[in-house]
């Protein structure tokens, strides 16, 4: 079955960095588009950032562009989003999410805080 486990959240203080992973199994990841998504609390989830296949395409949210940077090991089966220069306005849980056989599947979230 399709399982994306996300990890590396964690409690920063403003202007610092993090890495969140997305670990996949259970498809073809190279053959699949990555999205890592997030969601503060009482507010929907947002989508930051997408990357193609072969990771050769990326787009970004405005509110994170220039900031995070999304990448992925077709080798490692794995997504990744670095963040950098982050802002209390970043603080959320971060998940991962791919749409395969027409179906969208989540991971459980890793939070991440963003706080001095």
């Known amino acids: 079955q399709v399982q994306l486990v996300e990890s590396g959240g964690d409690t920063v203080q403003p202007g610092g960095s993090l890495r969140l992973s997305c670990a996949a199994s259970?498809?073809?990841?190279?053959?699949?588009?990555m999205h890592w998504y997030r969601q503060a609390p009482g507010k929907e989830r947002d989508l930051v950032a997408t990357i193609s296949r072969a990771g050769g395409t990326t787009s970004y949210a405005e509110s994170v562009k220039g900031r995070f940077t999304i990448s992925r090991d077709n080798a490692k089966n794995t997504v990744y989003l670095q963040m950098n220069s982050l802002k209390p306005e970043d603080t959320a849980v971060y998940f991962c999410y791919t749409m395969y056989n027409r179906r969208g599947y989540w991971g459980q979230g890793t939070q991440v805080t963003v706080s001095s």
């Open positions: 259970g498809f073809t990841f190279n053959i699949y588009a």
